[in-house]
Protein backbone atom coordinates (compact mmCIF):
# COMPACT_ATOMS: atom_id res chain seq x y z
CA UNK A 1 0.00 0.00 0.00
CA UNK A 2 1.25 3.22 -1.07
CA UNK A 3 2.46 5.71 2.27
CA UNK A 4 3.09 8.79 -0.08
CA UNK A 5 1.21 11.64 1.28
CA UNK A 6 -1.78 12.65 -1.18
CA UNK A 7 -2.75 15.78 -1.40
CA UNK A 8 -6.23 14.68 -1.18
CA UNK A 9 -9.04 17.68 -1.60
CA UNK A 10 -6.72 20.03 -2.22
CA UNK A 11 -5.36 18.29 -4.85
CA UNK A 12 -5.12 20.63 -7.96
CA UNK A 13 -4.09 18.23 -11.56
CA UNK A 14 -5.89 18.02 -14.28
CA UNK A 15 -9.37 16.73 -13.76
CA UNK A 16 -10.71 13.57 -14.78
CA UNK A 17 -12.61 13.44 -18.19
CA UNK A 18 -15.29 10.86 -18.45
CA UNK A 19 -15.21 10.72 -21.82
CA UNK A 20 -12.10 9.40 -21.78
CA UNK A 21 -12.03 7.40 -18.31
CA UNK A 22 -15.53 5.97 -18.41
CA UNK A 23 -16.43 3.24 -20.81
CA UNK A 24 -20.46 3.65 -21.12
CA UNK A 25 -19.35 7.84 -21.27
CA UNK A 26 -17.62 7.03 -23.88
CA UNK A 27 -19.66 5.14 -25.80
CA UNK A 28 -22.03 7.75 -25.75
CA UNK A 29 -20.17 10.34 -26.46
CA UNK A 30 -19.90 8.75 -29.86
CA UNK A 31 -23.11 10.53 -30.64
CA UNK A 32 -21.46 13.89 -30.14
CA UNK A 33 -18.13 13.01 -31.97
CA UNK A 34 -16.47 11.11 -29.78
CA UNK A 35 -14.65 11.66 -26.78
CA UNK A 36 -12.79 14.65 -26.04
CA UNK A 37 -9.62 15.34 -27.90
CA UNK A 38 -6.10 16.36 -26.87
CA UNK A 39 -5.97 19.44 -28.52
CA UNK A 40 -9.65 20.30 -27.86
CA UNK A 41 -10.53 23.10 -25.35
CA UNK A 42 -11.20 21.48 -22.01
CA UNK A 43 -13.44 23.64 -19.67
CA UNK A 44 -10.85 23.29 -17.02
CA UNK A 45 -7.58 24.23 -17.33
CA UNK A 46 -4.35 23.56 -14.70
CA UNK A 47 -3.62 26.64 -12.72
CA UNK A 48 -2.27 29.67 -13.80
CA UNK A 49 -3.58 29.90 -16.94
CA UNK A 50 -6.97 31.67 -18.42
CA UNK A 51 -10.45 30.23 -17.75
CA UNK A 52 -14.02 30.08 -19.29
CA UNK A 53 -16.52 30.98 -17.06
CA UNK A 54 -18.23 28.07 -17.68
CA UNK A 55 -16.14 25.76 -16.01
CA UNK A 56 -16.94 21.97 -14.58
CA UNK A 57 -17.73 23.10 -11.87
CA UNK A 58 -20.29 25.75 -12.60
CA UNK A 59 -21.59 23.64 -15.19
CA UNK A 60 -22.64 21.01 -12.22
CA UNK A 61 -23.79 23.74 -9.91
CA UNK A 62 -25.62 24.92 -12.65
CA UNK A 63 -27.27 21.40 -13.43
CA UNK A 64 -28.44 20.80 -9.63
CA UNK A 65 -30.20 23.96 -9.61
CA UNK A 66 -32.17 23.24 -12.56
CA UNK A 67 -32.81 19.66 -11.37
CA UNK A 68 -33.81 21.60 -8.40
CA UNK A 69 -36.34 23.97 -10.20
CA UNK A 70 -37.72 20.93 -12.62
CA UNK A 71 -38.33 19.58 -9.30
CA UNK A 72 -40.18 22.34 -8.09
CA UNK A 73 -42.56 22.49 -11.02
CA UNK A 74 -43.02 18.71 -10.86
CA UNK A 75 -44.50 19.05 -7.37
CA UNK A 76 -46.71 22.26 -8.26
CA UNK A 77 -49.90 21.17 -8.58
CA UNK A 78 -49.87 19.74 -5.21
CA UNK A 79 -48.48 23.41 -3.51
CA UNK A 80 -52.08 25.04 -2.82
CA UNK A 81 -52.90 21.67 -0.47
CA UNK A 82 -56.50 21.91 -2.64
CA UNK A 83 -55.91 17.74 -2.86
CA UNK A 84 -59.15 16.66 -5.27
CA UNK A 85 -59.93 13.36 -6.96
CA UNK A 86 -56.75 12.34 -5.79
CA UNK A 87 -54.83 14.66 -7.66
CA UNK A 88 -51.51 14.31 -5.22
CA UNK A 89 -51.32 10.71 -6.74
CA UNK A 90 -52.05 11.14 -10.38
CA UNK A 91 -49.83 13.90 -10.87
CA UNK A 92 -47.27 12.51 -9.04
CA UNK A 93 -46.64 15.46 -6.48
CA UNK A 94 -47.47 14.43 -3.56
CA UNK A 95 -45.14 15.22 -0.62
CA UNK A 96 -44.82 14.98 3.30
CA UNK A 97 -43.71 18.62 3.50
CA UNK A 98 -46.96 19.56 2.85
CA UNK A 99 -49.28 17.23 4.65
CA UNK A 100 -47.77 17.24 7.80
CA UNK A 101 -48.04 20.85 8.14
CA UNK A 102 -51.43 20.11 8.93
CA UNK A 103 -51.10 16.59 10.48
CA UNK A 104 -48.38 17.31 12.84
CA UNK A 105 -51.04 20.14 14.19
CA UNK A 106 -48.06 23.30 12.88
CA UNK A 107 -51.22 24.71 11.31
CA UNK A 108 -52.48 25.24 14.84
CA UNK A 109 -49.51 26.69 16.05
CA UNK A 110 -48.38 23.69 17.93
CA UNK A 111 -44.79 23.18 18.81
CA UNK A 112 -43.04 19.88 17.86
CA UNK A 113 -42.58 17.49 21.15
CA UNK A 114 -43.86 20.21 23.82
CA UNK A 115 -47.62 20.11 22.16
CA UNK A 116 -47.79 17.42 19.47
CA UNK A 117 -45.78 13.95 19.16
CA UNK A 118 -44.06 14.02 15.83
CA UNK A 119 -42.97 11.16 14.18
CA UNK A 120 -39.28 11.96 12.87
CA UNK A 121 -35.94 12.29 15.08
CA UNK A 122 -35.86 15.62 16.84
CA UNK A 123 -34.10 17.65 14.49
CA UNK A 124 -36.17 17.01 11.64
CA UNK A 125 -39.32 17.88 14.20
CA UNK A 126 -37.50 21.44 14.93
CA UNK A 127 -36.74 22.23 11.54
CA UNK A 128 -40.24 21.91 11.12
CA UNK A 129 -41.23 23.86 14.00
CA UNK A 130 -38.54 26.49 13.19
CA UNK A 131 -39.85 26.81 9.39
CA UNK A 132 -43.88 26.29 10.24
CA UNK A 133 -44.67 27.88 13.13
CA UNK A 134 -43.56 31.46 11.66
CA UNK A 135 -45.93 30.75 8.90
CA UNK A 136 -48.53 30.06 11.39
CA UNK A 137 -48.12 33.59 12.61
CA UNK A 138 -47.80 35.54 9.69
CA UNK A 139 -51.46 33.34 8.44
CA UNK A 140 -52.33 34.16 11.67
CA UNK A 141 -52.50 37.53 10.78
CA UNK A 142 -53.02 37.43 7.23
CA UNK A 143 -56.06 34.50 7.05
CA UNK A 144 -55.86 35.07 3.19
CA UNK A 145 -52.49 33.84 3.42
CA UNK A 146 -52.58 29.95 2.18
CA UNK A 147 -50.09 28.62 5.11
CA UNK A 148 -49.49 25.41 3.25
CA UNK A 149 -48.10 26.54 0.28
CA UNK A 150 -46.18 28.76 2.36
CA UNK A 151 -44.75 26.05 4.35
CA UNK A 152 -43.88 24.10 1.54
CA UNK A 153 -42.10 26.35 -0.74
CA UNK A 154 -40.21 27.60 2.35
CA UNK A 155 -39.32 24.17 2.79
CA UNK A 156 -38.42 23.51 -0.93
CA UNK A 157 -36.24 26.83 -0.69
CA UNK A 158 -34.05 25.30 2.57
CA UNK A 159 -33.54 21.97 1.21
CA UNK A 160 -32.77 23.03 -2.13
CA UNK A 161 -30.13 24.81 -1.51
CA UNK A 162 -28.84 22.01 1.04
CA UNK A 163 -28.93 19.59 -2.39
CA UNK A 164 -26.36 22.41 -3.81
CA UNK A 165 -24.52 22.86 -0.60
CA UNK A 166 -24.21 18.71 -0.75
CA UNK A 167 -22.85 19.11 -4.25
CA UNK A 168 -21.00 22.02 -3.55
CA UNK A 169 -18.94 19.11 -0.90
CA UNK A 170 -18.95 16.64 -3.56
CA UNK A 171 -17.41 18.76 -6.23
CA UNK A 172 -14.61 19.94 -3.10
CA UNK A 173 -13.88 16.37 -2.26
CA UNK A 174 -13.10 15.68 -6.01
CA UNK A 175 -11.64 18.59 -7.26
CA UNK A 176 -9.56 16.35 -9.90
CA UNK A 177 -12.86 14.07 -10.73
CA UNK A 178 -15.63 17.27 -10.67
CA UNK A 179 -17.56 15.66 -13.28
CA UNK A 180 -18.46 12.86 -10.28
CA UNK A 181 -20.66 15.61 -8.90
CA UNK A 182 -22.88 15.48 -12.05
CA UNK A 183 -24.42 11.90 -11.27
CA UNK A 184 -25.90 13.96 -8.11
CA UNK A 185 -26.93 16.80 -9.83
CA UNK A 186 -28.69 15.35 -13.07
CA UNK A 187 -30.13 11.81 -11.11
CA UNK A 188 -33.92 11.63 -11.92
CA UNK A 189 -34.35 10.58 -8.43
CA UNK A 190 -33.08 14.10 -7.34
CA UNK A 191 -35.94 15.22 -9.71
CA UNK A 192 -38.87 13.16 -8.66
CA UNK A 193 -37.81 13.17 -4.48
CA UNK A 194 -36.47 16.08 -3.21
CA UNK A 195 -38.96 17.37 -1.09
CA UNK A 196 -40.86 14.48 -0.53
CA UNK A 197 -39.66 14.70 2.80
CA UNK A 198 -37.18 16.23 4.95
CA UNK A 199 -34.39 13.68 4.47
CA UNK A 200 -31.85 16.54 2.69
CA UNK A 201 -31.41 17.95 6.25
CA UNK A 202 -29.69 14.93 7.01
CA UNK A 203 -27.87 14.44 3.72
CA UNK A 204 -26.65 17.88 3.51
CA UNK A 205 -25.37 17.29 7.17
CA UNK A 206 -23.82 14.51 6.48
CA UNK A 207 -21.88 15.71 3.43
CA UNK A 208 -20.52 18.48 5.36
CA UNK A 209 -19.15 15.90 8.26
CA UNK A 210 -17.46 14.03 5.47
CA UNK A 211 -16.21 16.85 4.04
CA UNK A 212 -14.48 17.85 7.40
CA UNK A 213 -13.22 14.26 8.47
CA UNK A 214 -11.46 14.75 4.63
CA UNK A 215 -9.89 17.87 6.47
CA UNK A 216 -8.73 16.02 8.72
CA UNK A 217 -10.94 17.85 11.56
CA UNK A 218 -12.21 14.73 13.37
CA UNK A 219 -14.19 16.74 15.77
CA UNK A 220 -16.03 18.57 13.78
CA UNK A 221 -16.76 15.63 11.53
CA UNK A 222 -18.13 13.69 14.68
CA UNK A 223 -20.18 16.77 15.75
CA UNK A 224 -22.01 17.11 12.09
CA UNK A 225 -22.25 13.36 11.84
CA UNK A 226 -24.44 13.32 15.25
CA UNK A 227 -26.42 16.40 14.34
CA UNK A 228 -27.20 14.45 10.68
CA UNK A 229 -28.06 11.56 13.05
CA UNK A 230 -30.45 13.73 14.89
CA UNK A 231 -32.48 14.34 11.64
CA UNK A 232 -32.35 10.85 10.14
CA UNK A 233 -30.62 8.29 11.87
CA UNK A 234 -28.58 6.91 9.06
CA UNK A 235 -25.43 9.03 9.09
CA UNK A 236 -24.89 7.47 12.35
CA UNK A 237 -23.64 4.11 10.05
CA UNK A 238 -21.09 6.20 8.95
CA UNK A 239 -19.22 6.14 12.46
CA UNK A 240 -18.56 2.55 11.78
CA UNK A 241 -16.97 2.73 8.95
CA UNK A 242 -14.75 5.60 10.16
CA UNK A 243 -14.08 2.98 13.09
CA UNK A 244 -13.23 -0.46 10.99
CA UNK A 245 -10.99 1.80 8.69
CA UNK A 246 -9.19 3.75 11.24
CA UNK A 247 -8.48 0.23 13.01
CA UNK A 248 -6.69 -0.96 10.32
CA UNK A 249 -4.74 2.30 9.24
CA UNK A 250 -3.84 2.74 13.02
CA UNK A 251 -5.64 6.06 13.81
CA UNK A 252 -8.45 5.30 16.35
CA UNK A 253 -7.62 8.60 18.46
CA UNK A 254 -9.04 10.34 15.47
CA UNK A 255 -11.80 7.92 15.01
CA UNK A 256 -12.89 7.65 18.81
CA UNK A 257 -12.61 11.21 18.62
CA UNK A 258 -15.48 11.85 15.85
CA UNK A 259 -17.16 8.52 17.35
CA UNK A 260 -17.34 10.85 20.74
CA UNK A 261 -18.41 14.04 19.62
CA UNK A 262 -21.42 12.33 17.67
CA UNK A 263 -22.73 11.09 20.65
CA UNK A 264 -22.45 14.13 22.45
CA UNK A 265 -24.19 16.23 19.71
CA UNK A 266 -26.80 13.69 18.91
CA UNK A 267 -27.19 13.57 22.99
CA UNK A 268 -27.42 17.09 23.44
CA UNK A 269 -30.29 18.09 20.44
CA UNK A 270 -32.30 14.83 22.01
CA UNK A 271 -31.95 16.15 25.61
CA UNK A 272 -34.45 19.04 25.94
CA UNK A 273 -37.35 16.99 23.87
CA UNK A 274 -36.87 13.28 25.95
CA UNK A 275 -36.44 14.81 29.46
CA UNK A 276 -39.22 17.41 29.27
CA UNK A 277 -41.64 15.78 26.84
CA UNK A 278 -40.92 11.71 26.94
CA UNK A 279 -43.98 10.14 25.77
CA UNK A 280 -44.30 12.99 22.37
CA UNK A 281 -40.35 12.08 21.96
CA UNK A 282 -41.19 8.51 22.00
CA UNK A 283 -43.52 8.35 19.34
CA UNK A 284 -40.52 8.07 16.51
CA UNK A 285 -39.00 5.00 18.52
CA UNK A 286 -42.71 3.36 18.67
CA UNK A 287 -43.64 3.55 15.08
CA UNK A 288 -40.49 2.03 14.27
CA UNK A 289 -41.21 -0.57 16.65
CA UNK A 290 -44.60 -1.02 15.91
CA UNK A 291 -44.68 -0.68 12.10
CA UNK A 292 -45.43 -4.44 9.77
CA UNK A 293 -43.97 -4.41 6.73
CA UNK A 294 -44.42 -1.75 4.40
CA UNK A 295 -44.52 -1.25 0.49
CA UNK A 296 -41.73 -1.59 -1.54
CA UNK A 297 -39.42 -3.78 0.51
CA UNK A 298 -37.94 -7.47 0.42
CA UNK A 299 -39.93 -8.60 3.06
CA UNK A 300 -43.17 -7.08 0.94
CA UNK A 301 -41.49 -9.38 -2.07
CA UNK A 302 -41.59 -12.13 -0.16
CA UNK A 303 -45.06 -11.75 1.10
CA UNK A 304 -45.70 -12.09 -2.67
CA UNK A 305 -43.94 -14.58 -3.79
CA UNK A 306 -44.67 -17.20 -0.89
CA UNK A 307 -48.62 -16.42 -1.85
CA UNK A 308 -50.00 -16.90 1.32
CA UNK A 309 -51.26 -13.58 2.77
CA UNK A 310 -54.87 -14.39 3.22
CA UNK A 311 -54.87 -17.31 6.01
CA UNK A 312 -56.46 -16.88 9.73
CA UNK A 313 -54.43 -19.66 11.25
CA UNK A 314 -50.65 -20.02 11.53
CA UNK A 315 -50.28 -22.86 9.62
CA UNK A 316 -51.98 -20.80 6.89
CA UNK A 317 -49.31 -18.02 6.69
CA UNK A 318 -46.71 -17.84 4.43
CA UNK A 319 -43.15 -17.41 6.61
CA UNK A 320 -43.83 -13.71 5.05
CA UNK A 321 -46.81 -13.06 6.49
CA UNK A 322 -45.77 -14.80 9.77
CA UNK A 323 -43.46 -12.33 10.46
CA UNK A 324 -45.98 -9.19 9.24
CA UNK A 325 -48.03 -10.92 12.16
CA UNK A 326 -45.56 -11.35 14.37
CA UNK A 327 -43.63 -7.66 14.27
CA UNK A 328 -40.68 -8.59 17.45
CA UNK A 329 -39.81 -11.32 15.29
CA UNK A 330 -39.30 -8.93 11.96
CA UNK A 331 -37.91 -6.66 13.59
CA UNK A 332 -35.11 -8.62 15.30
CA UNK A 333 -34.44 -10.57 12.02
CA UNK A 334 -33.90 -7.55 9.98
CA UNK A 335 -31.54 -6.11 12.83
CA UNK A 336 -29.75 -9.51 12.69
CA UNK A 337 -29.28 -9.16 8.92
CA UNK A 338 -28.51 -6.21 9.17
CA UNK A 339 -26.00 -6.90 11.61
CA UNK A 340 -24.40 -9.53 9.72
CA UNK A 341 -23.86 -7.45 6.57
CA UNK A 342 -22.26 -4.87 8.80
CA UNK A 343 -19.65 -7.59 10.20
CA UNK A 344 -19.40 -8.82 6.53
CA UNK A 345 -18.53 -5.14 5.28
CA UNK A 346 -16.03 -4.74 8.54
CA UNK A 347 -14.15 -8.56 7.49
CA UNK A 348 -13.99 -7.20 3.66
CA UNK A 349 -12.46 -3.93 5.29
CA UNK A 350 -9.62 -5.58 7.53
CA UNK A 351 -9.11 -8.61 4.82
CA UNK A 352 -9.13 -6.73 1.51
CA UNK A 353 -5.82 -6.33 -0.39
CA UNK A 354 -5.79 -2.60 0.36
CA UNK A 355 -7.71 -0.73 2.84
CA UNK A 356 -10.79 -0.09 1.09
CA UNK A 357 -12.17 3.81 0.83
CA UNK A 358 -14.55 5.70 3.37
CA UNK A 359 -17.13 6.08 0.80
CA UNK A 360 -17.29 2.33 -0.59
CA UNK A 361 -17.96 1.25 3.21
CA UNK A 362 -20.34 3.44 3.77
CA UNK A 363 -22.55 3.21 0.67
CA UNK A 364 -22.41 -0.69 1.66
CA UNK A 365 -23.75 -0.30 5.02
CA UNK A 366 -26.14 2.52 3.97
CA UNK A 367 -27.13 0.20 1.43
CA UNK A 368 -27.55 -2.93 3.15
CA UNK A 369 -29.70 -1.25 6.17
CA UNK A 370 -32.45 -0.37 3.75
CA UNK A 371 -32.00 -3.58 1.72
CA UNK A 372 -32.97 -5.44 4.99
CA UNK A 373 -34.93 -2.50 6.55
CA UNK A 374 -39.14 -3.30 6.89
CA UNK A 375 -39.52 0.58 5.93
CA UNK A 376 -37.99 1.88 2.47
CA UNK A 377 -39.96 5.02 1.71
CA UNK A 378 -39.74 6.30 -1.93
CA UNK A 379 -37.37 9.04 -0.84
CA UNK A 380 -34.87 6.92 0.74
CA UNK A 381 -33.08 6.72 -2.52
CA UNK A 382 -31.28 9.92 -2.17
CA UNK A 383 -29.52 8.89 0.85
CA UNK A 384 -27.59 6.26 -1.40
CA UNK A 385 -26.88 9.46 -3.82
CA UNK A 386 -23.75 11.39 -2.09
CA UNK A 387 -22.32 7.56 -0.98
CA UNK A 388 -22.56 6.39 -4.64
CA UNK A 389 -20.81 9.78 -5.83
CA UNK A 390 -18.02 9.15 -3.54
CA UNK A 391 -17.63 5.12 -3.78
CA UNK A 392 -18.45 4.71 -7.58
CA UNK A 393 -18.87 7.45 -9.70
CA UNK A 394 -19.27 5.08 -12.69
CA UNK A 395 -22.42 5.78 -15.37
CA UNK A 396 -23.28 2.48 -16.86
CA UNK A 397 -24.69 1.03 -13.71
CA UNK A 398 -26.07 4.64 -11.85
CA UNK A 399 -28.28 5.02 -14.89
CA UNK A 400 -29.22 1.32 -14.78
CA UNK A 401 -30.52 2.51 -10.98
CA UNK A 402 -32.09 5.25 -11.97
CA UNK A 403 -34.25 3.58 -14.32
CA UNK A 404 -35.31 1.10 -11.58
CA UNK A 405 -35.86 3.88 -9.18
CA UNK A 406 -37.70 5.80 -11.80
CA UNK A 407 -40.18 2.47 -12.82
CA UNK A 408 -40.83 2.17 -9.06
CA UNK A 409 -41.93 5.89 -7.99
CA UNK A 410 -44.78 5.44 -11.31
CA UNK A 411 -45.55 2.14 -9.81
CA UNK A 412 -45.68 3.55 -6.24
CA UNK A 413 -48.16 6.01 -7.15
CA UNK A 414 -50.09 3.65 -8.97
CA UNK A 415 -50.74 1.54 -5.90
CA UNK A 416 -50.77 4.49 -3.52
CA UNK A 417 -54.10 5.87 -6.10
CA UNK A 418 -54.98 1.84 -6.12
CA UNK A 419 -55.54 2.13 -2.60
CA UNK A 420 -56.81 5.10 -2.48
CA UNK A 421 -59.90 4.80 -5.17
CA UNK A 422 -60.14 1.08 -4.10
CA UNK A 423 -59.68 0.11 -7.72
CA UNK A 424 -56.40 -1.36 -8.91
CA UNK A 425 -54.40 0.48 -11.06
CA UNK A 426 -52.57 -1.89 -12.74
CA UNK A 427 -51.94 -5.90 -11.43
CA UNK A 428 -49.84 -5.88 -7.96
CA UNK A 429 -47.17 -8.72 -10.17
CA UNK A 430 -46.48 -4.78 -11.62
CA UNK A 431 -45.82 -3.24 -8.46
CA UNK A 432 -43.89 -5.85 -7.14
CA UNK A 433 -41.68 -6.06 -10.22
CA UNK A 434 -40.50 -3.00 -9.81
CA UNK A 435 -39.87 -2.95 -6.09
CA UNK A 436 -37.89 -6.23 -7.30
CA UNK A 437 -35.53 -4.42 -10.04
CA UNK A 438 -35.15 -1.54 -7.10
CA UNK A 439 -33.97 -3.79 -4.90
CA UNK A 440 -31.83 -5.50 -7.58
CA UNK A 441 -30.15 -3.01 -8.97
CA UNK A 442 -28.85 -1.08 -5.32
CA UNK A 443 -27.50 -4.89 -4.88
CA UNK A 444 -25.70 -4.94 -8.31
CA UNK A 445 -23.92 -1.94 -6.88
CA UNK A 446 -23.21 -3.16 -3.53
CA UNK A 447 -21.51 -6.18 -5.65
CA UNK A 448 -19.68 -3.94 -7.65
CA UNK A 449 -18.04 -1.79 -5.08
CA UNK A 450 -17.39 -4.91 -3.12
CA UNK A 451 -15.57 -6.37 -6.32
CA UNK A 452 -13.88 -2.85 -6.93
CA UNK A 453 -12.70 -2.95 -3.04
CA UNK A 454 -11.27 -6.47 -3.95
CA UNK A 455 -9.39 -5.26 -7.26
CA UNK A 456 -8.36 -1.58 -6.05
CA UNK A 457 -7.05 -0.96 -9.72
CA UNK A 458 -10.25 -1.18 -11.35
CA UNK A 459 -11.38 1.46 -8.68
CA UNK A 460 -11.77 4.86 -10.48
CA UNK A 461 -11.21 7.33 -7.80
CA UNK A 462 -8.04 5.27 -6.94
CA UNK A 463 -6.92 6.33 -10.88
CA UNK A 464 -7.09 9.71 -10.28
CA UNK A 465 -5.87 9.74 -6.77
CA UNK A 466 -3.00 7.78 -4.64
CA UNK A 467 -5.54 6.89 -1.96
CA UNK A 468 -8.63 8.13 -0.63
CA UNK A 469 -9.61 11.53 -1.08
CA UNK A 470 -12.35 11.26 1.71
CA UNK A 471 -9.82 9.13 4.23
CA UNK A 472 -8.65 12.42 6.06
CA UNK A 473 -6.22 10.79 8.59
CA UNK A 474 -6.65 7.75 6.65
CA UNK A 475 -5.69 8.92 3.43
CA UNK A 476 -2.06 7.75 2.73
CA UNK A 477 -1.58 5.61 5.87
CA UNK A 478 0.05 2.09 5.85
CA UNK A 479 -1.77 -0.77 7.59
CA UNK A 480 -0.67 -1.03 10.96
CA UNK A 481 1.88 -3.69 11.82
CA UNK A 482 -0.16 -6.15 13.86
CA UNK A 483 -3.00 -6.60 10.20
CA UNK A 484 0.29 -6.96 8.52
CA UNK A 485 1.43 -9.80 10.18
CA UNK A 486 -2.24 -10.93 10.40
CA UNK A 487 -2.35 -10.97 7.20
CA UNK A 488 1.14 -12.56 6.35
CA UNK A 489 0.14 -15.68 8.28
CA UNK A 490 -3.01 -15.42 6.39
CA UNK A 491 -1.80 -15.44 3.07
CA UNK A 492 1.28 -18.17 3.60
CA UNK A 493 2.07 -20.11 1.22
CA UNK A 494 0.02 -18.62 -1.15
CA UNK A 495 1.84 -16.57 -4.32
CA UNK A 496 2.37 -13.05 -3.61
CA UNK A 497 -0.21 -10.46 -5.25
CA UNK A 498 0.81 -8.34 -8.21
CA UNK A 499 1.13 -5.09 -7.20
CA UNK A 500 -1.69 -2.20 -7.69
CA UNK A 501 -0.56 0.15 -10.35
CA UNK A 502 -3.42 3.04 -11.14
CA UNK A 503 -5.14 2.04 -14.67
CA UNK A 504 -8.08 3.76 -16.12
CA UNK A 505 -11.17 2.16 -14.69
CA UNK A 506 -13.69 0.58 -16.52
CA UNK A 507 -17.11 1.27 -16.65
CA UNK A 508 -19.69 -1.17 -15.79
Known sequence: MSTKPTRGIDDAGAPDHPSRSDDFVRGVSG????????????????????????????????????????????????????????????????????????????????????????????????????????????????????????????????????????????????????????????????????????????????????????????????????????????????????????LRAGRMRAALTAVGAAVVSLVLVNLHAAVNYRENWDRFFELNTERPIDWGTLWYIGRYLDGKTGGTAPGDLGPFEWLNANITALNNLSYALFGLACLGVAALALRAPRRPRLAQLAFLVVAAFLIFSKVWSQQFVLWLLPLVVLARPKWGAFLAWQVAEICYFAAFYGELLGAATSRPVFPEGVFVLAATLRLGTVVVLCVLVVREILHPEDDAVRATYDDDPDGGVLDGAPDVGWLRRWRDRATAGEPAPAPVTAQPAQSR
Open 31 to 246: VIGGPLGDHAVALDRPAGLQRRFWTATRIVLALVCLTLALHWVQKSPCQDGAWQNNVQYTRFCYTDVLALYYAEGLNEGKVPYRDHPVEYPVLTGYFMGALGLPVHALGTDDPSLNQGQWFYNLNALVLGALAVATVAVLLALRRRRPWDAALFALAPALLLTATVNWDLLAIGLAAFGLFAWARRRPLVAGLLLGLAGAAKMWPLFILGPILVLA
